[in-house]
């Protein structure tokens, strides 16, 4: 299946993804489970903060929102490898949740650089 270009629907699908994840990493052991509640907390913060990017009372307010969501899919990254690499037998799960983090990355690099570059995007219109 082909994923989606939106990055919005990406991060509520990366979410989902990791909360089944965290679900078997948490019964494993306490400390895993610490570390699959950090996970989940960055994972689920990429689309909340994109949602308010969204809604964004400015284009400084609409930079700042994906610039969190940039730094929340890298800590998302970050817990992924950590967990992969404390409990060796779970990196094949944790590969392909950390190639889509990844590719969150890049395409948060992507929103943010076309945001500040372009002096007119992000802008709210107002009426006359």
Known sequence: MEKSRNVRVRSFQF????VAFARVVGSRDPVLRR???????????????LQEAAEGQSKRDLIAKNCIALKEARESRFWLLLIAAAETSLKDRVRPLAGEAGELVAMLVAVVKTARSNPGRGKKMTPN
Not at 15 to 18: F, R, T
């Open 35 to 49: 570390l699959a509640y950090q996970l989940v907390d960055a994972a689920g913060s990429v689309g909340a903060n």
């Open 15 to 18: 979410a989902i993804d990791v």
